[in-house]
T-cell receptor
Framework: EAQVTQNPRYLITVTGKKLTVTCSQN?????MSWYRQDPGLGLRQIYY???????DKGDVPEGYKVSRKEKRNFPLILESPSPNQTSLYFC???????????????FGDGTRLSIL | TQLLEQSPQFLSIQEGENLTVYCNSS?????LQWYRQEPGEGPVLLVT?????EVKKLKRLTFQFGDARKDSSLHITAAQPGDTGLYLC??????????????FGQGTILTVHP
């Protein structure tokens, strides 16, 4: 089954404790991205990757890191989490960048992070 | 300031009513997508519009892309309780420096009462 898998689905942790949210897709997609979803703000793009070893900042990259060593995986790293990073996070992938015609984003089911 | 302004943010209507959700920007988009999201799940694509002035229909849902590719609307005819959910528009900017970025509107929470 074609899917985007995020882990963990839920995490409660404390300020300053490094954490990684994994994202994996099995559709051989070139493009992957991370979003955070907060009430009243919709989804905001954190980072995106056009290809292996190519990553770029989205609209809210501060406090986050990503890597793209393999095509299928795109982990999101919070080196020193803070309470303002408490949010619902989504990973998504598509065959090519959204600007290329008709590129639906395939989303994971989300990761709810609570930073105390 | 949101690049894509979506309105209204909340919509509560009775079954059978019609409704329209708007997505507006001062920027030009190469394409605009509409998603629907259920609680506990990620957004799922409804439609992509690419050409200025384009109209697409999906059963009772009609999507329109503005002539200048700066705005879009979603119209639902005779809404049903099964239409309840969060509707999101998302635009891919046409400018070179933003290539790869995808911008979402704030979302519209639609509740259709039986």
């Amino acid at each position: 089954e074609a899917q985007v898998t995020q882990n963990p689905r839920y995490l409660i942790t404390v300020t300053g404790k490094k954490l990684t949210v994994t994202c994996s897709q099995n559709m051989n997609h070139e493009y992957m991205s991370w979003y955070r979803q907060d009430p009243g703000l919709g989804l905001r793009q954190i980072y995106y990757s056009m290809n292996v070893e190519v990553t770029d900042k989205g609209d809210v990259p501060e406090g986050y890191k990503v890597s793209r060593k393999e095509k299928r995986n795109f982990p999101l790293i919070l080196e020193s989490p803070s309470p303002n990073q408490t949010s619902l996070y989504f990973c998504a992938s598509s065959l090519w960048a959204p600007q290329t015609s008709n590129q639906p984003q395939h989303f994971g089911d989300g990761t709810r992070l609570s930073i105390l | 300031t949101q690049l894509l302004e979506q309105s209204p943010q909340f919509l509560s209507i009775q079954e059978g009513e019609n409704l329209t959700v708007y997505c507006n920007s001062s920027s030009v988009f190469s394409s605009l997508q509409w998603y629907r999201q259920e609680p506990g799940e990620g957004p799922v694509l409804l439609v992509t519009v690419v050409t200025g002035g384009e109209v697409k229909k999906l059963k009772r849902l009609t999507f329109q892309f503005g002539d200048a590719r700066k705005d879009s609307s979603l119209h639902i005819t005779a809404a049903q309780p099964g239409d309840t959910g969060l509707y999101l528009c998302a635009g891919a900017l046409a400018t070179g420096t933003s290539y790869g970025k995808l911008t979402f509107g704030q979302g519209t929470i639609l509740t259709v009462h039986p």
